[in-house]
Every structure is written in structure tokens, then in C-alpha cells.
């Protein structure tokens, strides 16, 4: 049974970066897809980016195509979403999931095991 546990989110202003991560136990996850989703308040939860079991096939939603990155370290068990030019529209709670499988997924019913999240806050 793998567990998720995302650390690194905070409050910035707009423009600002974060760095926020994902440590796996319980599992090696290097055999997964893994991705990372966000919940607004009020809105459903949304894609943000995935990334193939060996870092290739990877993907973005469109609002933060261009500004954010997924990267992935299977030697440390960990997931890294690095978060650039935020906007106030960015604020979120923000989730790590393990995939069902090898290749990069973009709906959550691929995935299997979620984090409890982290909140990202952006000040305009």
C-alpha cells in the first residue's frame, strides 16, 4: 500500500515560484505513471501534469502549460512539481497520485493512490 505525501506549498505573489514535492512509501513507484491535480475552492478537481514511469510521455493541463514542471526521481521515490509565474488563479490545494499503470495518464479515474495535498496560495 503506497503512501503520498506532498510537502512544499505556501503563499507567494504573483509571479513568484514554488517548488512543491511528492514522497512515496510503502511502494516503489518507478514502475508508475504519476501525476499531479488541483482542487480550487468550488471547483472540481483538475488535471495539471503527469509523467511517465521513466520520465518520458509527459503532459500538462492548459492553464499551466508553459509555467509549471513535473519531474520525477525513482531512485528517491519522489515527485516534483516546480511552479512558475504563478497567478492568483494557481490557488489550490494540490495533489500527488500514483497511476494505474506505466504510461502518463491524464483523467483521475487512472489513478489509484492520492495524497492528502498541499495548499499553494498566490496573492495578487
Known amino acids: 500500500q503506497v503512501e503520498l505525501v506532498e510537502s512544499g506549498g505556501g503563499s507567494v505573489r504573483a509571479g513568484e515560484s514554488l517548488n512543491i514535492s511528492c514522497a512515496a512509501s510503502?511502494?516503489?513507484?518507478?514502475?508508475?505513471?504519476m501525476g499531479w491535480f488541483r482542487r480550487a475552492p468550488g471547483k472540481d478537481r483538475e488535471f495539471v501534469a503527469t509523467i511517465g514511469r521513466s520520465g518520458v510521455g509527459i503532459n500538462y493541463g492548459a492553464a499551466v502549460k508553459g509555467r509549471f514542471t513535473i519531474s520525477r526521481n525513482n531512485a528517491k521515490n519522489m515527485i516534483y512539481l516546480q511552479l512558475n509565474n504563478l497567478k492568483p488563479e494557481d490557488t489550490a490545494v494540490y495533489y500527488c497520485?500514483?497511476?494505474?499503470?506505466?504510461?502518463?495518464?491524464?483523467?483521475?479515474?487512472?489513478?489509484?493512490?492520492w495524497g492528502q495535498g498541499t495548499q499553494v496560495t498566490v496573492a495578487s
Open positions: 510503502g511502494r516503489a513507484i518507478y514502475d508508475r505513471a
Open positions: 497520485a500514483m497511476s494505474t499503470g506505466p504510461w502518463a495518464a491524464l483523467s483521475r479515474l487512472d489513478y489509484q493512490a
